[in-house]
């Protein structure tokens, strides 16, 4: 279904993953940034032959290629990716994106018709970190978890599943 789609995925932990191992899914070729060390979630636990278990369930499909983001060389590199993508998905912070040229100025200078498209917990314009748990809390959910005490953490990270699938839809929905 989307083969002819290239996708460059500079996100990390879920919502990012999820969408772009979503999109891979369904024929998209994605291209997985990671740092140097490799991605923070291939060092949790649950690794079997090589591969956590989590970074395995969100990445499959998917080539990777190691960059340091933090130097010249790095970013050189990520901006010849981007201009051979169709759609750039990240999830860092909007300071962090502009440092690092993945928020949408710097892509549309190297590649006018780049897709970006950004998760994050309080949108594009605030400089605060979200968490699933956070926002499951702020949201409600918690307090709709669990019979013991209110405030029970979900079993599943329900809102960052939500937001990859949701990112997902919006890229979808781009490109149809």
């Known amino acids: 279904m ?3 789609l290239k996708i460059l ?6 919502a990012g993953p999820l969408c772009t191992q979503t999109l891979s899914s369904l024929g998209a070729r994605v ?12 060092r949790w636990k649950g690794s079997e032959g090589g591969v956590e278990a989590y ?3 969100v990445n499959r499909g998917k080539e990777s290629v190691l960059l340091d983001l933090k130097g010249t060389s790095g970013r050189s ?15 860092y912070l909007p300071s962090v994106a502009s440092k690092l040229g993945l928020d949408y100025s710097s892509c549309a ?11 994050s917990g309080y949108g594009a314009d605030v ?21 013991v005490a209110p405030g029970v953490k979900p079993g599943v990270a329900l809102v960052d599943s939500m937001a990859g699938l949701n990112l997902a839809c919006g890229i979808l929905s781009k490109v149809a």
């Open 127 to 147: 400089n605060e970190p979200g968490y699933d748990i956070i926002a499951s809390a702020e949201y409600g959910l918690t307090s709709c978890t669990g019979d």
């Open 9 to 14: 995925d500079c996100s990390r932990v879920l």
């Open 2 to 4: 989307l083969r002819n």
């Open 55 to 57: 970074f395995g369930a």
């Open 77 to 91: 590199q990520l901006r010849g990716l981007i201009k051979e993508c169709d759609v750039v998905v990240h999830n």
């Open 31 to 42: 291209i997985k940034v990671e740092p140097p060390s490799g991605d923070l979630t291939r």
């Open 109 to 119: 200078a190297v590649n006018p018709k780049i897709i970006h498209a950004s998760v």
